[in-house]
T-cell receptor, first 114, second 109 residues
Framework: KAGVTQTPRYLIKTRGQQVTLSCSPI?????VSWYQQTPGQGLQFLFE???????NKGNFPGRFSGRQFSNSRSEMNVSTLELGDSALYLC?????????????FGEGSRLTVL | GQQLNQSPQSMFIQEGEDVSMNCTSS?????WLWYKQDPGEGPVLLIA?????ELTSNGRLTAQFGITRKDSFLNISASIPSDVGIYFC?????????FGTGTRLTIIP
């Protein structure tokens, strides 16, 4: 059974640019959530989608957005990149949500903003 | 969100030693979760705890849900090289996981 797939794995952008990250969940999983991991702030929740609807959103500025498609694949977008957006962005999927606390994480997309 | 205080921040141990780490909160939780993140990987669930006082084992790992519901600990017995990584405690609520700051475990040769 394939795991959560995130693309790209690594990318470098400059300030002011925008970036789109992609996540393919485990087959059959309908919930996809995104987390930002940085050395200073740790793992921070960005948003969660279920059946194309955003059910919850973390405390991030509006430059961070996401969406989910009918096949459960998800994308997140960060516009007008800032140096502080450099981080590992992790996607996680689950069958219906994190109600049991078990999320299956991908390997992440490491974004560097110069 | 609620703050989770995880300690220690890092540990340097020798192979074969036992490890203990804990997580505390000022709020009461209904679940405690322990995840491990290997270098270059995403976190993986190790143990989930759902009841105050619950003690659960997963191989060499043992975790307990504190009786006050405000703390949890994770023990690793007889550590091996593959135990290296970052261990996160966390709780679930509002369709999201909130994680502690992590304990980085390093095994000294």
């Amino acid at each position: 059974k394939a795991g959560v797939t995130q693309t790209p794995r690594y990318l470098i952008k400059t300030r002011g640019q925008q970036v789109t990250l992609s996540c393919s969940p485990i087959s059959g999983h309908r919930s996809v959530s995104w987390y930002q991991q940085t050395p200073g702030q740790g793992l921070q929740f960005l948003f969660e989608y279920f059946s194309e609807t955003q059910r919850n959103k973390g405390n991030f500025p509006g430059r961070f957005s996401g969406r989910q498609f009918s096949n459960s694949r998800s994308e997140m977008n960060v516009s007008t990149l800032e140096l502080g957006d450099s981080a590992l962005y992790l996607c996680a999927s689950s069958l219906q949500g994190a109600d049991t606390g078990e999320l299956f994480f991908g390997e992440g997309s490491r974004l560097t903003v110069l | 969100g609620q703050q989770l205080n995880q300690s220690p921040q890092s540990m340097f141990i020798q192979e074969g030693e036992d490890v203990s780490m804990n997580c505390t909160s000022s709020s009461i939780f209904n679940t405690w979760l322990w995840y491990k993140q290997d270098p270059g990987e995403g976190p993986v669930l190790l143990i989930a705890l759902y009841k105050a006082g619950e003690l659960t084992s997963n191989g060499r790992l043992t975790a307990q849900f504190g009786i006050t519901r405000k703390d949890s600990f994770l023990n690793i017995s007889a550590s091996i090289p593959s135990d290296v990584g970052i261990y996160f405690c966390g709780y679930f609520g509002n369709e999201k996981l909130t994680f502690g700051t992590g304990t980085r475990l390093t095994i000294i040769p």
